[in-house]
């Protein structure tokens, strides 16, 4: 098999090839989403979506702890972390503070899976509480977005411990990383976009630089 280039161009945006060849879906019930609690920073997000996590905050507050509320209350949803970038506020270092604890029901094993991390953000926007669902760069992960001085933007694909269940589900699934994140790259890049990038890869695939 060719070996394929490290970086594509879809349109304006570079993409790492990583994001067409590796495969991912998320495995809740398997990591309980300690991606929304490990790590020293919270979730980046830019000045628009601020104010909209700001219209959620009070739909979301009941299933935030005390110590998240009080939070929010002293800085307010976001902040700008040691980088320079502005980031969700967390509690203790580490959890975003719209995350709350609850138990799931693994969808695959039918078993009832307790002490998950999930989004109080994201459970308000599918009761139909709130229009806002959860910031992008949450909603795009393992993708990371990266803009550059000149406004280029690039996207990588983010390897990390705590994902190796994801990983090992997508290569059970045959699920490639921008097939498991069509809807967040529909919502961030828009419909032609993407089908653009669906189409750079099925001829990649025939070309025989993918299987």
């Known amino acids: 098999m060719p070996s394929l280039p490290p970086i594509l161009q879809i349109g304006e945006i570079l993409i790492s090839s990583d994001i067409l060849t590796e495969q991912f879906c998320c495995d809740l019930a398997a990591c309980k989403g300690q991606c929304c609690i490990e790590g020293d920073a919270g979730a980046p997000v830019t000045l628009d979506e601020v104010m909209q996590i ?3 905050v009070d739909v979301a507050w009941g299933d935030l702890s005390a110590t998240a509320q009080a939070v929010i209350d002293r800085q307010g949803v976001a902040y700008t972390d040691e980088e320079g970038d502005l980031v969700t506020s967390i509690v203790g270092g580490k959890d975003c503070v719209f995350t709350y604890y609850d138990d799931i029901t693994d969808q695959d094993s039918g078993q009832n899976i307790s002490g998950c991390c999930l989004c109080a953000l994201e459970k308000a926007f599918r009761a139909g509480r709130s229009r806002f669902c959860k910031p992008i760069s949450c909603a795009l992960y393992p993708i990371r977005e990266k803009r550059f001085s000149d406004g280029t933007v690039a996207l990588n694909y983010h390897r990390w411990v705590v994902c190796k269940p994801a990983v090992e589900k997508g290569r059970r699934l045959h699920l490639p990383v921008y097939r498991f994140l069509e809807g967040p790259l529909v919502r961030r890049f828009g419909q032609a976009w993407y089908d653009e990038l669906c ?13």
């Open 54 to 56: 700001e219209d959620a």
């Open 199 to 211: 189409t750079v890869a099925n001829e990649l695939r025939q070309q025989g630089y993918m299987e």
